[in-house]
């Protein structure tokens, strides 16, 4: 392994040790000797690459705004469900993503490092923008207003459905959610082509290539049968 | 002042002051001193009240399901709107509401005590529920899912909304929230005589009288103007 891809595959590791043990314990009470235990790496090799558990923190919530999985479809809302749909099917999946959320909703993290709905809400505004641009939406649909009530109303959904106790499955509970709301912003004929199925992110993800992550959003190409 | 009352008053200054500081510092960093320096008594007032921090959350969850303000209306719809408003209207006032979210969204918390979602859950559902049998709702609405995600939605909408830079202000993001389902879920009929408006709330407080809190979920009678 080429030193490079070591150092990419570490930094890696401890990424996901200290989602780990954010996501359980909260930022406040994570402590780094419980991050190396659950990295089994030196703690100098932690600090070559994070030099504080603030570090840490930020690493992760820099990993958090991803859109693996996505690629352009015929309609903008579209895209902008398949993102919230990716990122509910991930969630459950990816420590780096639940510790996202959880150093979100976290007062103390949140006063440090601010979150990333912001980013999430910019991403959705764009492309809701331009969906109303090419008139998908409804005239009084308004793009700003929606993304960011979504963006709220994911997360929550989200927060919510873990809470109870018989765990409604996250990628369903948002597929519900868009039939809910999409017969209220956009217009009937493009309603009945919008695809909201709870197995759709699977299948997204399986067509996406690894090295279609971020960048992808404005740029990717990738095939859809 | 007679006895009881007195006790009866020490008891609130006690919660809210436990509010206030959960609020502040979250369930495991609040400390019983910080909390006896705010409530201004005595620890020995206290622990005639309350014997842990632990009974302290526990009272001031229990305080967060609340109908203050509630009234009986035509439609059972509106009822359900106006629980969201008059919460969204009362939570940035009241630091009993905003320390049950803070105690819901922290999981050392919530393992302790669980969370009240499931009590907003099922008096949503109730009302959505009879709102269906009389014919309010369209006719694939579920009340089950609806209450369900409405609570995850209103719960992710205050938590964004308070973390961006520019505050929405929470009473008009939730009337923006039925905006975007209501259209989707209410039949024409009703749906062009209900208000969403958010000047509803307060309207709705000035007319209730103080002692028609929670029984007055299915006893009220205060007249509507």
């Known amino acids: 392994m080429a030193k490079q891809e070591r150092a990419v595959r570490t930094r890696r590791i401890f990424l996901e040790a200290a989602a780990e043990v954010f996501d359980e314990y909260g930022y406040d009470a994570a402590s780094i000797s419980v991050i190396l235990e659950r990295a089994q790496l030196t703690r100098g090799a932690l600090y070559f690459h994070f030099t504080s558990k603030e570090a840490l923190a930020q690493g992760v ?18 895209e902008w469900i398949d993102l919230a749909l990716l990122l509910a ?8 993503l639940s510790a996202s959320i959880r150093l979100s909703v976290d007062p103390k993290s949140r006063s440090l490092f ?26 009084h649909a308004d793009p700003a207003t929606i993304a960011r009530l979504l963006v709220g109303a994911w ?71």
């Open 89 to 96: 099917y991930r969630l459950p999946r990816e420590p780096l």
């Open 155 to 225: 997360t929550g959904v989200q927060l919510v459905s873990s809470s109870l106790p018989q765990q409604p499955d996250l990628v369903g509970e948002v597929s519900e959610l868009f039939a809910l709301i999409l017969p209220g912003i956009t217009v009937p004929a493009v309603l009945t082509k919008l695809d909201i199925s709870p197995r759709r992110p699977e299948r997204l993800l399986a067509e996406a290539r690894p090295e279609q992550d971020s960048p992808a959003l404005h740029e990717g190409s990738a095939p859809r049968s």
């Open 61 to 78: 919530l820099d990993e958090a705004v991803t859109t693996l999985g996505f690629s352009p479809q015929t309609y903008k809302v579209q």
């Open 114 to 139: 601010s979150t990333r709905w912001p980013d999430w809400i910019q991403l959705s505004l764009d492309l809701l923008a331009t969906a109303k641009e090419r008139g998908e939406l409804q005239q």
